[in-house]
């Protein structure tokens, strides 16, 4: 069993920065794919970043330039470094630990946190 949690989200103005955390228990972290998703309002949730237990990143394109993953397998703890933050960016994000790699796509596993908030609004 693998809990996850987030935190970092807020409110921030167009142009500023946040970093989120997802701190992991009852793992082998430094074993598991990790990945960030989001959820707006109204629309699907969808894959933000992901990097692979070997270091290997990958970004949608929409954030590729402003957003960074990395992890620190010491604290059993993934981040998302997110820059010149868009008001599209306004979602939930959500941690996801133990995904699989088919193809170069990276596919969610069912261990989730519970979300945490990201808006920003002048």
């Known amino acids: 069993q693998v809990q996850l949690v987030e935190s970092g989200g807020g409110l921030v103005q167009p142009g500023g920065s946040l970093r989120l955390s997802c701190a992991a228990s009852g793992t082998d972290f430094s074993m598991y794919h990790m990945a960030w998703y989001r959820q707006a309002t109204g629309k699907q949730r969808e894959l933000v970043a992901d990097m692979s237990n070997g270091g290997i990143t990958a970004y949608v394109d929409a954030v590729k330039g402003r957003f960074t993953i990395s992890r620190d397998n010491a604290r059993n703890t993934v981040y998302l470094q997110m820059n010149s933050l868009k008001p599209e960016d306004t979602a939930v994000y959500y941690c996801?630990?133990?995904?699989?790699?088919?193809?170069?796509?990276?596919?969610?596993?069912?261990?989730w946190g519970q979300g945490t908030q990201v808006t920003v609004s002048s």
């Open positions: 996801n630990a133990g995904g699989r790699y088919s193809r170069g796509n990276f596919y969610a596993s069912a261990y």
